[in-house]
C-alpha cells in the first residue's frame, strides 16, 4: 500500500509540475494577445481553466500512479505508460503553442492529436485498471471541450 501511495504521490506531483511549467507559457500572453482574439460563444471565463486543470492533473496523476502500481514488469502496464507520458508531451505543447508562439492552429492540430492519443491512453489504461481509466473521463471530456474551443477560435482570427 506504502509504494502504489508513493508511486500516485510521484505521478500527481509530475502531472502537477507539467502543469504549472504549462502555466508559464500562458501567463506571457493570457492578459495581452489572449485578450486581443474573437472568441466562440461558449469561450469560459478566464478564472475557471485554473481550477479545472488543477483537478484534472490531480485525477491524472492519480490515474498513472495506480497503473504504476500494478508493476512496471507487465507489458500493458509500460504500454499504458507509454502513451499516458506522450499525451503528457502533448499536453504541454498545446500551451506552448498556443500562448508561447502564439499560434492557434498548430496549437489545434496538437490538440486533435492530444485527443486521440487521450482515447487510446483511456483504452491502455481500462486494460490495467478500470478506476484508473474512468478517472481520466474529465480530462477527455475537457480536451474535447478545449478542441472545439481552439477551432473556434483558429476560424475566428
Do not use: E
Amino acid at each position: 500500500m506504502k509504494k502504489k501511495l508513493l508511486r500516485i504521490g510521484i505521478t500527481v506531483l509530475i502531472c502537477l509540475l507539467v502543469g504549472f511549467l504549462s502555466s508559464i507559457a500562458t501567463q506571457t500572453s493570457i492578459d495581452t494577445w489572449y485578450t486581443s482574439l474573437n472568441k466562440p460563444f461558449f469561450t469560459p471565463p478566464n478564472w475557471i481553466f485554473a481550477p479545472v486543470w488543477i483537478i484534472i492533473y490531480l485525477m491524472m496523476g492519480i490515474a498513472a500512479g495506480i497503473v504504476w502500481s500494478r508493476g512496471l514488469y507487465h507489458k500493458w502496464v509500460k504500454t499504458a505508460l507509454y502513451h499516458f507520458g506522450f499525451q503528457l508531451l502533448l499536453n504541454a505543447a498545446w500551451s506552448i503553442f498556443f500562448f508561447g508562439l502564439q499560434n492557434p492552429f498548430i496549437a489545434l492540430l496538437d490538440i486533435i492529436a492530444l485527443l486521440i492519443l487521450l482515447l487510446f491512453t483511456f483504452k491502455r489504461f481500462k486494460v490495467v485498471n478500470t478506476t484508473a481509466a474512468y478517472l481520466l473521463i474529465p480530462y477527455i471530456a475537457w480536451v474535447a471541450f478545449a478542441t472545439a474551443l481552439n477551432f473556434g477560435i483558429w476560424q475566428l482570427n
